[in-house]
C-alpha cells in the first residue's frame, strides 16, 4: 500500500503542478500570480515532476505552436503524423530540447510571457539532478516494494512528465466525444477527467484555450478548476476574466 501511495501522489502532484503551472500558467496566462507565489509554484513544480522536469520556457513555446498549428504537420505533437505514442514522445522530446538549449528560435506570436527562472532550470536539467531523483524512487521501492510487480512503475516515474503529455496529445486528440467543431481532431477522452485532471478536455480546450475551466458541460468536470478558484479566493492567484 505505501508503494501504491507513493506512486498516485508522485502522478497527481505532478500532474497538477504540469496542468496548473505549465499549462494553464505558463502557457495560457489565465491568471496572474506574484513573484513569490510564481517561485513556490516553479519550484513544486520542478519538485514534483522530479527526473521528469519540464522547462516552462519550452513547454508554453509548444504549447502555443500546438494550439496555432493543431492537428497540422507544424503541430509539434499531433498523433495523426506519427505512427505510436513512442514516436510521438520522441518528436517532441527533440523540438523541446531544440527550444531548451535555444538551438532554434520560436516565431515571434510564441515569444515571451512566460516565466522563466534560470537557476532552477539549469539544475532541473542536469543529468546528476535527474539521477538523483531517479536514485530516490528506486531506493523508495527497494525499502517499500512487497511485490515484485510494483518495480514496474519505476519507469513511469522517471519519466512521468513525458508520460503525461504523451496520453494528453495522443488520447485528447484521437478518442472521445466533441462538443465543437474546431477544425482539428481534438476530442474529450473522459467527461469525469480525474485521471489527468481535466487535460483531456481537449476539444473544449481547444474551444476556449484561455477558459481556465476545461469542463464545458453538465456532466463534464475538471478537478483542477475548484483547486485554482480557492486559489483565486485566497488571493493566491489572480484570474484573467474570459
Known amino acids: 500500500m505505501i508503494i501504491l501511495a507513493f506512486f498516485l501522489a508522485h502522478w497527481f502532484l ?30 513544486m513544480t520542478f519538485f514534483s515532476q ?9 513547454y508554453a513555446i509548444m504549447h502555443r ?3 496555432a498549428y493543431s492537428d497540422t504537420e507544424k503541430d509539434p505533437h499531433s498523433p495523426h503524423f506519427i505512427k505510436d505514442v513512442w514516436g510521438l514522445m ?19 506570436q510564441f515569444i ?15 543529468w546528476i539532478t535527474r539521477a538523483c531523483f531517479i536514485a530516490f524512487y528506486i531506493t523508495f521501492y ?9 518495480y514496474l512503475l519505476l519507469p513511469v516515474h522517471f519519466l512521468m512528465g513525458p508520460i ?3 496520453i494528453v496529445n495522443w488520447c485528447g486528440h484521437k478518442y472521445g466525444y466533441s462538443n465543437y467543431d474546431n477544425h482539428d481532431h481534438s476530442k474529450n477522452t473522459l467527461p469525469l477527467d480525474f485521471l489527468m485532471l481535466g487535460e ?35 488571493r493566491i492567484i489572480r484570474l484573467r476574466k474570459v
Open 14 to 43: 505532478s500532474l497538477f503542478f504540469q496542468t496548473f503551472f505549465l499549462h494553464r500558467y505558463a502557457s495560457h496566462k489565465m491568471f496572474k500570480m506574484n513573484q513569490f507565489w510564481e517561485k513556490v509554484f516553479y519550484f
Open 50 to 58: 522530479g527526473s521528469s522536469f519540464l522547462n516552462p520556457r519550452a
Open 65 to 67: 505552436m500546438h494550439h
Open 90 to 108: 520522441i518528436k517532441t522530446k527533440n523540438i523541446y530540447l531544440d527550444y531548451l538549449r535555444y538551438k532554434i528560435e520560436p516565431e515571434e
Open 112 to 126: 515571451d510571457r512566460y516565466p522563466t527562472w534560470s537557476f532552477v532550470d539549469r539544475f532541473g536539467d542536469l
Open 142 to 150: 527497494v525499502y517499500f516494494a512487497e511485490y515484485w510487480w510494483m
Open 164 to 166: 503525461h503529455g504523451a
Open 200 to 234: 483531456l478536455f481537449q476539444n473544449n480546450h481547444h474551444k476556449k484555450p484561455n477558459d481556465v475551466n476545461f469542463a464545458k458541460r453538465w456532466f463534464e468536470l475538471d478537478p483542477s478548476y475548484p483547486i485554482i478558484k480557492a486559489m483565486h479566493a485566497l
